[in-house]
Nanobody, 132 residues
């Protein structure tokens, strides 16, 4: 079965850290751009961070720059999102997605969710709650 599975979400206090993982099964992530997206209650899904297949190019939404780091380990077929200095406004369901199309990571993280373009694969999401 071809799928992405997220893990690592949970409840954390403001200022705390979490590391999310996105593991692929049934296919290899080597040639895919990977993105982390989030959706808070009552809000539209937004791109948080995206990474190229070579991991040389990354994109971050302004609100997480300097706090979140995306990385990939193709040997483990996994992409990570290290989240530090978490804030209550980071509370959301976090999804990872894979895309193997000729586009930029910036467009994957901004244009694609804004216009509702499909990704090749989506995970089912993991909940991150930042609260004291």
């Amino acid at each position: 079965q071809l799928q992405l599975v997220e893990s690592g979400g949970g409840l954390v206090q403001p200022g705390g850290s979490l590391r999310l993982s996105c593991a692929a099964s049934g296919f290899t992530l080597d040639y895919y751009r990977i993105g982390w997206f989030r959706q808070a209650p009552g809000k539209e899904r937004e791109g948080v961070s995206c990474i190229s297949s070579s991991d040389r190019i990354t994109y971050y939404v302004d609100s997480v720059k300097g706090r979140f780091t995306i990385s990939r380990d193709n040997a483990k077929n996994t992409v990570y999102l290290q989240m530090n200095s978490l804030k209550p406004e980071d509370t959301a369901v976090y999804y990872c997605a894979a895309l193997n199309r000729f586009t930029t990571v910036q467009r994957m993280c901004t244009i694609y969710p804004r216009l509702g373009y499909d990704m090749d694969y989506w995970g089912k999401g993991t909940l991150v709650t930042v609260s004291s």
